[in-house]
Structure formats: structure tokens, C-alpha cells
């Protein structure tokens, strides 16, 4: 494993990337001078209007074949008044919000590698080679020959091998312990039939949050402070990452090392989004 620390105790941002096949682990502990953001999205949705456009395409986009022509025309009719004189029925409370669901959760971090951090006053080891090691996690990488191009993150079947057998299992799970002695008789048995169903065969637990593995090509991003010792002390533990942009700058000013010419100083931003959602675990955890 390639680890990067600064000379300095500090505030710092805590970076493990893993799971790059044949390139080795990365792990950089690097000094951050800008407030560190995270940020959280919610879907919001107004149920009411969202029920009453579903209505309108129900009685307007039937052809009348549930209301008959006439009642098709007469609600076309009324829809066409509203647009004409730009009013909608209902009030306010027609609009109210409600959640929907929640987006990825995204983070973006300047990381910068300026000659002397690590103590070592090398332009190699210190601003190239953390730079392009990150950057080069960003992008595709070639296999051999360069026949084919790998992503830089989790593939849809190595989520879906790693956790879509698990989510099955445990939403079934959740249906089955809301059926138990529900009025319907005998929805606990064809629930739980269901849930053999999907799990027969498979290795996987039934127990709701009973963990979460990590997928390869994906980064670990913690904030905390970096004491002396090559002790991080965490503040916030974020989770896995999959990074969405990268960009790199370097400056015009060099260092020879060895036969090579070097820049003393790189940056790299990188956008980042939650593997999986933000939730308010994660952020107990630093209470």
C-alpha cells in the first residue's frame, strides 16, 4: 500500500482508495486549508398535484374508453379553460410537499501537494507521484494490449452481485414483519415463501443493517486531525465514495530529480458522491 502523510500535525482530509485490481492500495492523509463541505439532496414531491396528473392522464388520454367520449371532452374541455386563463384548481394545500427520496450525496475536495509537505523536499515524491496516482483512479485504465477500457468505479453487476440479493431479502423481510398479524389471512406464509425464494441458495444475511461490504474502485473519505505519530484522529467518517470529475493543475516551476524534471506543486479537485446514501448514523458518529 502507498501511504502519503504531511511532516505537520493538522487538519486533514483521510483518503483510501482500494480495489484497483492490479495497482496497490492508496492511502493519503493530506492537509486541507478550505473549509471541508459535504452536502445532502433530497427529491422533494407534491403527492396531491402528483395524484391529480395522474387523473388527467387516465380520463384525458383514454380515448374515452373509461368516461365515454362525452366525459373525455367535458374534462378536456375544463383543462383547456385552466391553461387558457393560467389558473389550476385547489389551494395552497394542493401544493404541499412531501419526500420523496434521497439523491446521492456529493462532496468536492481541493487537494494540494506543494513541495516540502512530507518533510522530504522531493517534487517527485511529494507533488507528482500522489497526483497522478489519484488521477489515474479517476479515469479508465487499459488492459493489456488496450483491447478494453475498465471503469474507474463499481460496474452495475458488481453492485448488484454484492448487494442486490441483500436489498431483495431484506425489503421481503420488512414486508413479512409488517404482514405478521395483519387482517389479511395467511400474508405472513406467502411472504415468507417469497423470501426463500429469493434467498435459496445464496449466501447472504436477512438481517437488516447488518452491514455493509465494501465494493473495489471506490474511495473512503474522512475528516479529522492528524496528530503526531502517524495518528489520524477521525471527526467524520463519510464512507465509500465513487469519484464523479477530477481535474489537475501543476505549476510551471520544476525540480530536477534524478535525469526527470519534476513540478514542485500539484492540485487536484475531485468531485465525489456518496456510494450510498448519507444518513443520520454517519453523522451521530461524531457526536
Same mark, same amino acid.
Given at each position: 500500500?502507498?501511504?502519503?502523510?504531511?511532516?505537520?500535525?493538522?487538519?486533514?482530509?483521510?483518503?483510501?482508495? *482500494?480495489?484497483?485490481?492490479?495497482?496497490?492500495? $492508496?492511502?493519503?492523509?493530506?492537509?486541507?486549508?478550505?473549509?471541508?463541505? #459535504?452536502?445532502?439532496?433530497?427529491?422533494?414531491?407534491?403527492?396531491? %398535484?402528483?395524484?391529480?396528473?395522474?387523473?388527467?392522464? $387516465?380520463?384525458?388520454?383514454?380515448?374515452?374508453?373509461?368516461?365515454?367520449?362525452?366525459?373525455?371532452?367535458?374534462? *378536456?374541455?375544463?383543462?383547456?379553460?385552466?391553461?387558457?386563463?393560467?389558473?389550476?384548481?385547489?389551494?395552497?394545500?394542493?401544493?404541499?410537499?412531501?419526500? =420523496?427520496?434521497?439523491?446521492?450525496?456529493?462532496?468536492?475536495?481541493?487537494?494540494?501537494?506543494?513541495?516540502?509537505?512530507?518533510?522530504?523536499?522531493? %517534487?517527485?515524491?511529494?507533488? &507528482?507521484?500522489?497526483?497522478?496516482?489519484?488521477?489515474?483512479?479517476?479515469?479508465?485504465?487499459?488492459?493489456?494490449?488496450?483491447? $478494453?477500457?475498465?471503469?474507474?468505479?463499481? *460496474?452495475?453487476?458488481?453492485?448488484?452481485?454484492?448487494?442486490?440479493?441483500?436489498?431483495?431479502?431484506?425489503?421481503? #423481510?420488512?414486508? %413479512?414483519?409488517? #404482514?405478521?398479524?395483519? $387482517?389479511?389471512?395467511?400474508?405472513?406464509?406467502?411472504?415468507?415463501?417469497?423470501?426463500?425464494?429469493?434467498?435459496?441458495? =445464496?449466501?447472504?444475511?436477512?438481517?437488516?443493517? %447488518?452491514?455493509?461490504?465494501?465494493?473495489?474502485?471506490?474511495?473512503?473519505?474522512?475528516?479529522?486531525?492528524?496528530?503526531?505519530?502517524?495518528?489520524?484522529? @477521525?471527526?467524520?467518517?463519510?464512507?465509500? &465514495?465513487?469519484?464523479?470529475?477530477?481535474?489537475? *493543475? /501543476? @505549476?510551471? /516551476?520544476?525540480?530536477?530529480?534524478?535525469?526527470?524534471?519534476?513540478?514542485?506543486?500539484?492540485?487536484?479537485?475531485?468531485?465525489? /458522491?456518496? /456510494?450510498?446514501?448519507?444518513?443520520?448514523?454517519?453523522?451521530?458518529?461524531?457526536?
Amino acid at each position: 500500500m502507498a501511504n502519503y502523510v504531511p511532516e505537520n500535525p493538522g487538519v486533514c482530509v483521510k483518503l483510501i482508495a *482500494s480495489g484497483w485490481g492490479g495497482y496497490e492500495d $492508496l492511502t493519503l492523509i493530506v492537509p486541507i486549508k478550505e473549509d471541508f463541505v #459535504a452536502s445532502a439532496e433530497q427529491e422533494i414531491s407534491a403527492p396531491i %398535484a402528483d395524484l391529480f396528473k395522474e387523473i388527467k392522464k $387516465l380520463v384525458v388520454d383514454s380515448s374515452g374508453a373509461l368516461f365515454g367520449g362525452t366525459g373525455t371532452a367535458i374534462a *378536456s374541455g375544463g383543462l383547456a379553460i385552466q391553461d387558457l386563463f393560467g389558473t389550476r384548481l385547489g389551494g395552497r394545500e394542493f401544493y404541499m410537499k412531501a419526500w =420523496k427520496g434521497a439523491a446521492a450525496s456529493s462532496i468536492t475536495l481541493n487537494l494540494e501537494f506543494p513541495w516540502g509537505w512530507m518533510g522530504s523536499w522531493d %517534487a517527485k515524491a511529494e507533488c &507528482h507521484d500522489p497526483a497522478m496516482l489519484i488521477m489515474g483512479r479517476t479515469v479508465p485504465w487499459e488492459t493489456e494490449g488496450g483491447s $478494453l477500457l475498465n471503469s474507474p468505479m463499481p *460496474s452495475p453487476i458488481e453492485v448488484y452481485t454484492q448487494y442486490g440479493a441483500n436489498v431483495i431479502a431484506n425489503a421481503l #423481510a420488512d414486508v %413479512a414483519n409488517v #404482514a405478521t398479524g395483519a $387482517l389479511i389471512t395467511g400474508a405472513s406464509d406467502v411472504v415468507a415463501n417469497d423470501l426463500t425464494k429469493y434467498t435459496k441458495g =445464496k449466501n447472504i444475511t436477512t438481517t437488516k443493517n %447488518a452491514g455493509v461490504v465494501k465494493l473495489g474502485k471506490t474511495w473512503n473519505i474522512e475528516y479529522g486531525f492528524y496528530t503526531d505519530g502517524n495518528n489520524f484522529v @477521525s471527526i467524520l467518517d463519510l464512507g465509500s &465514495h465513487i469519484i464523479k470529475s477530477s481535474t489537475i *493543475s /501543476q @505549476s510551471p /516551476q520544476f525540480q530536477k530529480v534524478g535525469d526527470k524534471f519534476y513540478s514542485i506543486s500539484s492540485k487536484i479537485i475531485i468531485n465525489a /458522491q456518496s /456510494q450510498s446514501l448519507y444518513t443520520d448514523k454517519m453523522f451521530e458518529k461524531g457526536t
